[in-house]
DNA sequence: TTGTAAGCGTTATCAG
DNA sequence: CTGATAACGCTTACAA
């Protein structure tokens, strides 16, 4: 079990200093030739790799990123998470995932101990309960270290920092749009509870789709979903008992439920009831019918959350206090829960 | 954007010495009621938090955990990184997850990347092109650093260090007897390719089940996949051009593309044929229908791989160099793909 | 009771 | 061309 090679173990090997052995490692004009190769030869033969730690407080700086999110047993949080891995190891970050199981407390603890030096940013989605709350004190601790944070999916404006979103008021409304055009006239919407920033902007885009065409959109009409475990009566009676022939949900797991109750009591998808989903993941390419999904690019909103991040770890600080927000595109896929 | 804090700072603002302030904070004994206090209540008032860097690169430990798995977009993997990170949260570690993207050389570039210092132990499942090239050398560099693996799932023999497995093998024996017991006689198992470990041993295990039973296993019985992306058209072929009347499928996703495609052709689940699936998931939960699994206890699975990882971390090395394997009870989930 | 100094592994500055 | 020294933030003998 050799101990873990040093550079100092090095210089002591080799009869030299340890700077030294440091410079002639890094390739320094000032070592000769000769020396110089010797070290490398050793150090390779040797397999030295430079310890990270010593590094991370070297330079103030840990090539590393924290990532927190509400949950990972999750598809569309696990797609996040891989683009902004391979993004991350691309640039020579890691990434370090805390995980907040949409507990305002798990958001703070997990987020004070990430700050204490273990990373050089943050990528984030909030958790329910913070939403709830609005109590962002931890994430302004945080800014006011200096320390950046891009936020993704559940944001919120009152925080300096960048953002990833969706444009998921424009996508709620086009998703209504399309099964309109398909000539659906009573919808019902599957949502969530209006402190999730997600939930409230689809909600809105659809009903804005629906006033703007003239249809009034009833109360009846949108069912909202506190806790997503417990939703399969609630959805049952809500897409049974109203005449709907268009189903819109907010994710893959209410449409998936709607469409079983529907067709448990004889009704036929999309002949009778058409569906649309948000978050395109395994349900909706493998439930029966194959759901029509809202995409929402998981992969690339991680990706683009660490490209951002990354840019803004190594500009000269100081500079640029401008803030932005992206809005990834999203995309309608067909399948045959829609006409 | 005030500074981080610093016990320099602190001893600066409260005219001390650095040890001093040190001492006070971890409540020594040797510093007096007073400046304690005085000192315990700046650092309160002023949020102060111990540099982990400063602390990892003194104490020779980082408190963090490297997880390097095959893909995280996967449900089961999401599980067991969601079951470790509890579990050393709970112990005050944290994660860093990589992944390997079924690649050799990632698992080695992130495995040697946090090796270098960032971690204090691995827990990891293999690529399968390191269980077809059979190449352990970076493991091997590893252990003999002295830093401990935790392997679970798809794991190898050749590398001293902890395990935890499911019994692949019993678990689909009783499957597959369990398949037999429901009346079935022509079995069909969809699986991997044998260099994947978990596939071998559930191929194993389903063989086994039938030659006890007095029946021969013909090859054409068995559907290896190699690439699960592109595997729709030979899995359709062998259920419907093969008269089973059940099926064994290694994972979820195999199992629901078996089932739809029989559905496709006519065939009726559980009444003409059923099937059994390992993995418990989402697919499983929402198929139609739902499918009968067995659970592969994921996040039980991550909580026991890091809670033995942490058991050897702290106590006092050198002493038993003697390694574990924990095998996970599986248990069958019927649901309506059985009758 | 408080402070000084060494050390964890690096790099950078400066002196020899 | 090489080496000693300080610094990153913290802990801990040891000195005062």
Redesign the interface.
């Known amino acids: 079990?050799?101990?873990?090679l040093t550079l100092k173990q090095i210089a002591k090997d080799l009869n030299v200093s340890i700077s030294t052995v440091s410079k002639a490692l890094r390739d320094s004009y000032e070592i000769s030739e000769e020396t110089r190769s010797k070290i490398k030869d050793y150090a390779k033969s040797k397999?030295y790799?430079?310890?990270?730690?010593?590094l991370?407080?070297k330079n103030q700086k840990?090539k590393?990123i924290g990532i927190v999110i509400p949950e990972?047993?999750?598809?569309f949080f696990?797609?996040v998470?891989?683009g902004a891995?391979?993004v991350a190891?691309e640039n020579g970050y890691?990434?370090?995932?805390?995980?907040s199981d949409e507990s305002f407390d798990k958001e703070v603890v997990?987020m004070?101990?990430?700050?204490?030096?273990?990373i050089d940013g943050f990528i984030m989605s909030l958790s329910k309960e913070t939403m709830d709350k609005h109590d962002l004190h931890h994430l302004r601790?945080v800014t006011?270290?200096?320390m950046p944070i891009v936020m993704f999916d559940r944001v919120t404006n009152d925080i300096a920092c960048d953002k990833i979103i969706i444009d998921d008021v424009a996508a709620a409304h086009s998703a209504t749009d399309f099964l309109m055009r398909k000539g659906r006239k009573n919808l019902g919407l599957i949502t969530t509870v209006d402190y999730v920033s997600v939930g409230r902007l689809r909600t809105q885009g659809f009903k804005q789709a629906l006033t703007e065409r003239g249809y009034e959109c009833e109360n009846h009409q949108v069912l909202k979903i506190e806790n997503a475990d417990a939703c399969e009566n609630e959805i049952e009676k809500f897409v049974v008992g109203n005449n709907f022939d268009g189903i819109l949900a907010v994710n893959e797991?209410f449409a998936?439920?709607a469409s079983?109750a529907l067709?448990k009591h004889g009704r036929s998808i999309p002949d009778d009831i058409a569906i649309v989903a948000f978050t395109d993941g395994?349900?909706s390419k493998?439930?029966?019918p194959t759901l029509t999904t809202i995409g929402q690019k998981g992969e690339e909103m991680g990706g683009i959350a660490a490209a951002k991040l990354i840019e803004r770890l190594e500009k000269k600080e100081s500079d640029s206090e401008s803030y932005e927000t992206v809005i990834v595109k999203t995309s309608l896929i067909e399948r045959e829960s829609t006409p």
């Open positions: 079990m050799a101990q873990k397999n790799k430079p310890n990270s730690i010593a991370s407080l840990t590393k990972i047993v999750h598809h696990a797609t998470i891989s891995e391979r190891n890691q990434v370090i995932i805390t995980v997990n004070e101990m990430l700050a204490n030096g273990s601790e006011n270290q200096g797991l998936v439920t079983k067709q395994m349900l493998y439930a029966s």
